[in-house]
């Protein structure tokens, strides 16, 4: 079947049109969301929480744009409000901390490890992932959606509602600015 | 010098770490939890409605407003029926009043 009948269906209510969707985006979801909040439950959560909203809301999809690209948005948005959410919650869990009641979990969070990544990129990769923590939002999003979901930089331009020249300029100074975060974490602990 | 060196490359292996990674794959029963989880919402739509409905502040403003209601129905009701039952009785003095005339016509026929 294809993405307009699955879509027309979907509309319709129909609830095998709504589990082969969820068959079909699943992982691209659950993928865009864990590289995103950085924590399995998180974004099993946010997966839910995705396929939710679509099931409530493609009545309100019109077919301007693809379906990957509306559905890319609606995750991307809901795990950047997570990640603002848990920023928030650190910073009261550090007030906490200062009367001795938060746990130590919401202040040092645990390293990531991404379930995709090559076994022997592991270590690196959990320093790279700590560093994206620290790009600016754009930034960040454009080049997990370029290393992690292997969009191409014309599709990410649609996604993000910006040119193709303003995603490679976002891609060029993420990766400048991971390698200064990089280059300083590395001298800082005497690698 | 060496040591620059060994940073830039740990910095260009962590940069090239992501590369051949593979998509992460979502928890098994995906569609059996989202289900489980929009039945519970309906659910608990109603127990918040109905939680609501029984909070004391809110039955009590409820029964408040049922009674202004009903008081505000009933004024308007009593006032108006007045002029309404003005209007049909003098309808209908008109209308008996002209079919008495024309009953008297009838009645006074002269032969």
Redesign the interface.
Known sequence: MNQPDLIVQLQQGDEQAFKRLVDEWQDMVYNTAISIVQNEDDADDITQDVFIQVYQSVSSFKGESKFSTWLYRIVISKALDHVKKKKRKKRFAFVQSLFGTASEEEIHPEEFNHPGVLMENRERAAELFKAMQQLPDNQRIAFTLHKLEAQKHQDIAVIMDISLTAVESLIARAKANLRKILNAYYTNNNF | MKNNE???K??D???????????????PY??T??NA??QN?KESSWDNALRFISKPVVALAGLCLVVVINATVGYNYTEQPATTVQDDVYASVDEYSSSVTVLNDIENVEP
């Open positions: 060994h940073i830039n740990l910095t292996e962590a940069l090239n770490s992501l590369d051949g990674a593979s998509r992460a794959t979502a928890k995906l569609l939890r989202l989880r929009m919402a």
